[in-house]
Each structure stands twice: as C-alpha cells, then as structure tokens.
C-alpha cells in the first residue's frame, strides 16, 4: 500500500531565503511521485514528476526534487522563494496496478515574509 | 487550448439531496478522475473513469457514482447527501490512465 507523510503543515520563509518542503513515501514497488502547488481558489497545478528517470527532478517556476530511494523521500526545494511562491504544496504518489490513482499528502501550507 | 474545465463552480445543497457535477478534459485526453478535498486535507481519489468505464475506485461508498460520454467529458453524482460530503470536488484529466494528470479548478459543494 502506498502513503505519503509531508512533514510541517505550515512552513514559513522569508523572499530570497530556500524553500524546503519534505515528504516521505511509503510504496511496494518503485513509484511515481509528483509535487502540486494549489493557490486560493484553484486547482491544482503540476509542479514536477519522477518516473524513474534522473533523481533529481527540475519543475517549473524554478522548483526541483530529488527522489532519494534510501531514505524513501522526495523532497521539494527553491533556492530564493518569491512571494508569488505563496501556495499550499502537496506531494502525491502512485505505483503499481493502480498508477491512475493518486494519494495525496495532507499538504504544506506556505507563508513568505518580506 | 482549454484546460480541464468543471460546473458549476459552487453549490449549495441540503442532507439527502441528489446532486451531479460536471468535468470536460483537455483536448487530447481520454481519462477522467475525480478527487474530494475536505478543508485542510489533500485530495482523497474518488474513481478513475476510461473508455466509458469506471477503472479504478477508492473507498467512497456507492452513494458516490459516475459516467463517462463518448466525448470523454464525465459526471460525478452523490446521492442522499450528508454534511460530510461538503468538499471541493476536483476532477483530473490525463492522455490515459497510467499518465500525468491535469487538474480542474473544482466545484465546491455545501451541504447544509
């Protein structure tokens, strides 16, 4: 069975400092892990995917993951948060004969000071 | 190109009441699956719709059923509806089942 665990629900950074947000997975077989960023309002939006390829995953508005098999995490970071970065974050994960079928974390609220 | 699009956007219904909302995928997208996001938690999978089926389900019970048209498009309906099911209802779309899915903006659904 698969879960996901991210650790801090509420994560507060000030504009230019790095952004980190952990999430943990639990999983069978070897799965696919995907980060989402959702603002006020709105869906959810793909920030980034791992399916096996290079462990260190770029998304898009400057995020990236590396997916660490040892220590079962796949955690998200940016090296100079915005305050546009200002959004709840949910790691997700899929695997095995249910790949259609996402299971989400509990997700990371993020706050940036100025 | 339009993304995932859902109606309506809000509801208001009250306990017992019937209720459908409505999903249009991507161009190019022949897979729909639905999500229920309680306030404060991330999104739980409802069911997984593809070639008019219903391939996957999670653990929501049969008051909780779909359908799938020839176009791709999909309805969700929850039946004799309990305060509990006050969520935001979000519906994903992907080029088949096995592939990265694009959300919607979600219908948020009040139960009174």
């Known amino acids: 069975a698969q879960s996901v665990t991210q650790l801090g629900s509420h994560v507060s950074v000030s504009e230019g400092a790095l952004v980190l947000l952990r999430c943990n997975y639990s999983?069978?077989?070897?799965?696919?892990l995907f980060w989402y960023v959702q603002y006020p309002n709105q869906g959810l939006q793909l920030l980034l995917k791992y399916t096996s390829a290079a462990t260190l995953v770029k998304g898009i508005n400057g995020f990236e993951a590396e997916f660490k098999k040892s220590e079962t995490s796949f955690h998200l970071t940016k090296p100079s948060a915005h305050m546009s970065d200002a959004a709840e974050y949910f790691c997700?994960?899929?695997?095995?004969?249910?790949?259609?079928?996402?299971?989400f974390g509990a997700g990371t609220q993020v706050v940036v000071t100025p | 190109d339009a993304g995932v699009t859902q109606s309506p956007t809000h509801l208001i219904k009250t306990r017992g009441q019937q209720v459908t909302l409505r999903c249009s995928p991507k161009s190019g997208h022949d897979t729909v699956s639905w999500y229920q996001q309680a306030l404060g938690q991330g999104p739980q999978f409802i069911f997984q719709?593809?070639?008019?089926?219903?391939?996957q389900r999670g653990n929501f019970p049969d008051r909780f059923s779909g359908h799938q048209f020839p176009n791709y498009s999909s309805e969700l309906n929850v039946n004799a509806l309990l305060l509990g099911d006050s969520a935001l209802y979000l519906c994903a779309s992907s080029p088949g089942a096995v592939e990265t899915q694009y959300f919607g903006p979600g219908t948020r659904l009040l139960v009174l």
């Open positions: 997700a994960v899929s695997e095995g004969d249910s790949w259609g079928k996402l299971q």
């Open positions: 719709y593809y070639e008019e089926e219903e391939r």
């Open positions: 999983s069978s077989v070897p799965p696919y």
